[in-house]
């Protein structure tokens, strides 16, 4: 077995040994441990990975497709002459790439040839998948197909991770590194995430059979992972890591279970599934806290079934409104007959609040949901702020007259007014990447519109955020002082409806910098973005600190959808950096 000993060893006086060591990590490639030598010495196995992968990403182009083109195509025909490197041979016959059936078989050549003629380069998936279990073929089949749809560029970069991720799972094998922790919430996510309320899809809302299901299931956890656990009023599923020190104060963390309709495994799971992983690995070993450790797996955030959303943290914060157990579900089923059928008490909800004096703070892990990770290659990241949201209806009135007779300069055109206000939102909302401010019209209506008449009514939505409130409301106010002038220019009438006003959450700079140090510690550099979502974490900062940590995001950062995806070596990561900075937690001086 080789050990990064041995290979900071090699890498710093003897460069050939090192690449010798590392020859079958990236196919037929020796200039990149070549290369990754003079970053050595590494100061562990996430590190090193971290390396390798930064001297593929900033190799020049032409050894970029160098790299891609010396891995052999899927089930092509290198596999059947048998002329591939042993690696690649055992990958593919783990995927069971060799029993392809005739139609598998087939499908695979025209994907590999169709694949072939877009982006002349081979395609290239790192099959052994997320867990390191493997791919069926048919997941094999389907992503190819996905993938072929990509644009070059995107899929240039697509390959060049999946050959990181090839080589993660290489190296190891060759060290002899499992991510323990990482392959148990995997396989927790993996087995809630199979059960919803929709065939085919992943949807669990709040107190439905499958939500009490998954509550149960989340409690029996922490019961084994040594926590003292019940589920409150709201659903809320609690488990308590009681230090030995009665009197001490608690450390929050946590996420939600609930899912949108046709959601995905991770998002909201991962930061209650991990720190159970977390919470297990220390009952083993005896180990505990100074403080106690609380993890809340939150009943509802997403506002699915009641259309009204962080009800479970609302609770905890003691800001539940008790008006909306009058709301209805779908069914006319109101939030209060859910909450008693499910064998709770409305009125034990305002219990539920927490006494802030007794808390030390919140830190919530939370899959991306974005490819903000992904295109730096850096597994995690550390939140700055979640960022603050407005929301407004355009209503824009104008005259909806023959679209043969009126002439260009006589018409009072509502969507070509929307046009312009559409771009002039991408424009000013592209002039501040740092505080993270995004801008997007997501619906966009000509009601009653025909092909002969002029738009007379546009109907847009506007949804604004920033992590910085100023920086939110000096976008806001530079669009909607143009939409007046839009609508002054053209003759069409505005008229507004602001929806919604979110002040954005900032994380605490104390409990960043020890979310940071730990994850230095743990061979990454602490890089740190904004969350342009909302979490839970933004209603738990009205009681106490918090922080967040997110994990990187596969397939592009797409989330709310069954595609959202990261590994186990990702969540072992995750799981790693949050255990050492529990070890390591100092409360707030
Ligand atoms: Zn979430």
Not at 185 to 198: K, N, R, T, V
């Amino acid at each position: 077995m080789t050990t990064l000993v041995q290979l900071n060893d090699h890498a710093v006086q003897d460069v050939p040994a090192f690449v010798a060591a590392l020859h079958g990590i990236y196919e037929h490639s020796p200039w990149i441990p070549e290369r990754a030598a003079q970053l050595a010495p590494f100061a562990n196995l996430t590190a090193l990975k971290l390396a390798l992968q930064s001297v593929v990403s900033g190799a020049a182009r032409a050894d970029q497709l160098s790299l891609i083109r010396a891995h052999p195509e899927l089930a092509g025909k290198a596999a059947i002459a048998g002329a591939l490197t042993a690696e690649s041979t055992g990958e593919q016959a783990k995927a069971g790439l060799h029993l392809c059936s005739a139609e598998e078989f087939a499908a695979l050549q025209q994907l590999n040839s169709d694949y072939n003629r877009k982006f002349s380069f081979p395609f290239i998936l790192a099959v052994k998948g997320a867990t390191g279990k493997g791919l069926t073929r048919q997941q094999i089949i389907t992503t190819f197909t996905r993938r072929l749809r990509n644009q070059p560029e995107d899929e240039l970069h697509e390959a060049l991770r999946q050959i990181g991720r090839i080589a993660e799972m290489r190296l190891n094998d060759l060290l002899g590194h499992t991510p323990d922790m990482g392959a148990t919430i995997m396989e927790w996510a993996e087995q809630i995430g199979a059960w919803s309320e929709d065939d085919d899809a992943l949807t669990c809302t709040y107190l439905s059979p499958t939500h009490r299901r998954t509550a149960a299931q989340l409690a029996q956890w922490m019961r084994h992972a040594g926590m003292q656990v019940h589920i409150d009023a709201v659903g809320n599923v609690v488990g308590r890591y009681l230090s030995p020190t009665p009197q001490a104060r608690t450390l929050l963390t946590g996420s939600h279970y609930d899912t949108v309709r046709n959601g995905g495994k991770y998002d909201g799971r991962e930061g209650i599934l991990l720190p159970i992983a977390i919470v297990q690995h220390l009952h083993e070993r005896g180990e505990t806290l100074p403080f106690h450790f609380e993890i809340i797996a939150f009943s509802e955030e997403e506002g699915v079934r009641f259309k009204s959303t962080f009800l479970g943290s609302n609770a905890v914060i003691g800001e539940f409104d008790l008006a909306l157990l009058d709301l209805t579900d779908r069914d006319g089923i109101s939030m209060r007959t859910v909450i008693t059928e499910a064998g709770h008490d409305v009125a034990a909800i305002a219990a539920i609040a927490r006494n802030p004096a007794d808390l030390l703070g919140y830190v919530e892990v939370h899959i991306e949901q974005g490819p903000v990770l992904l295109n730096r290659d850096l597994p995690v990241g550390i939140v700055t702020s979640i960022a603050g949201s407005s929301r407004y209806l355009v209503h824009l009135k104008g005259v909806a007259s023959h679209a043969g007779t009126t002439p260009m300069s006589m018409r009072k055109d509502a969507a070509a007014a929307a046009a312009e206000i559409i771009l002039y939102v991408e424009q000013r909302c592209s002039q501040d990447q740092h505080a993270a401010l995004v801008g997007t019209v997501g619906q966009l209506q000509v009601p009653n519109g025909s092909t002969n008449v002029i738009a007379g009514a546009c109907l847009l939505s506007l949804d604004i955020r920033a992590a910085q409130d100023t920086v939110r409301d000096a976008a806001v106010q530079d669009v909607l002082a143009k939409i007046a002038e839009i609508g002054a220019r053209r003759s069409v009438d505005v008229k507004l409806e602001n929806t919604v006003n979110a002040a954005a959450a900032p994380c605490a700079p104390w409990l960043m910098q020890q979310l940071a140090a730990a994850t230095e510690r743990a061979g990454v550099p602490a890089f740190e973005l904004a969350s342009g979502a909302g979490h839970d974490a933004m209603t738990i900062a009205r009681i106490t600190d918090v922080a967040m940590l997110f994990t990187r995001c596969g397939n592009g950062g797409i989330s709310h959808n069954p595609l959202e995806t990261m590994t186990a070596d990702d969540a072992e990561v995750s799981a790693q950096i949050l255990l050492d900075f529990l070890r390591h937690f100092q409360p707030k001086p």
